[in-house]
């Protein structure tokens, strides 16, 4: 009988060594990724955090296929590099941006959709599950509404299910929370956990926040200051599901005295 592969032993969904990304404008050179290393596997959910401008954004770019990268190497979806096994970031990466980025005219349904109308996937089917996906995200009834009609935090919901619509194989989340008051960004946090748990998909999301750093991932990787560079990548072993009173115990205090003192705040 073949031995049967614990998760770390499978090979990882993204696989990254000293990434390396540099922008240039006329003879100019600026270093935004100076050299970034970790291992993201299928069902993890990273939590990317690091000061403003340290090119955690950068590195969302680069994995969503926006930008190429200039040194060290880049594996998703297995060995052979960025296309390996198939991958397309077009068609099996999701992003989630600060902003919900609705479009106004376009009914809460209509908005999960386009995607699917981008990628031509069949009507019916793509109906089907943006109404399966309206479900999980908490938004049951208001798939005819329009987004003035719906409150920030619902509209990030349906940005979510929107990046989610097309079965996509990784979620990029930039900031995804930062523009809603404290209390909707706590529901939020809740809320993103119980989508990634239902939903099983990869996740990476940017925060500025060292607390729902710490809070959302399974894995926390922690940027230095500008140009990107791994200070140190981990797990965080926390009780699941994780509800909100885990941030008064020790435990979650002692990984943000850890990302704290990465950061050098004291």
């Known amino acids: 009988m073949s031995a049967v592969l614990q998760p770390q032993e499978l090979a990882p969904l993204i696989r990254m060594r000293q990434l390396r990304k540099v922008y240039r404008k006329r003879n100019e050179e600026f270093l935004a990724v100076s050299d970034v290393t970790m291992d993201v596997h299928a069902g993890d959910m990273i939590s990317l955090v690091g000061p403003s401008g340290c090119g955690k954004s950068t590195l969302l770019k680069i994995l969503s296929g926006l930008h190429g990268h200039d040194g060290g190497t880049l594996e998703i979806g297995g060995p052979g590099g960025a296309n390996g096994r198939g991958f397309n970031p077009g068609r099996d990466v999701g992003m989630v941006f600060q902003q919900p980025l609705l479009l106004k005219w376009r009914t809460i349904l209509e908005n999960v959709l386009l995607p ?112 990107a560079r791994m200070a140190d990548f981990f797990r965080i072993d926390l009780p699941e599901p994780r509800k909100l009173h885990v941030k008064t115990s020790p435990e979650f205090g002692e990984y943000v005295r850890r990302i704290y003192d990465l950061l050098g705040v004291d």
């Open 116 to 227: 699917a109308d981008i990628l031509g996937l069949e009507r019916k089917a793509a109906k089907a599950r943006a109404h399966e996906l309206l479900d999980m995200v908490g938004l049951t009834g208001f798939a005819d509404k329009l987004p003035y009609e719906l409150s920030g935090g619902m509209q990030q919901r349906a940005a979510i299910a929107r990046a989610l619509i097309h079965d996509p194989k990784l979620v990029l989340m930039d900031e995804p929370f930062g523009a809603l008051d404290a209390l909707t960004r706590e529901k939020m946090n809740l809320e993103m956990l119980r989508i990634w748990e239902r939903s099983r998909k990869t996740f990476i999301v940017v925060t500025h926040s060292i607390q729902e750093a710490v809070f959302l991932g399974s894995h926390c990787a922690v940027l230095t200051a500008g140009p």
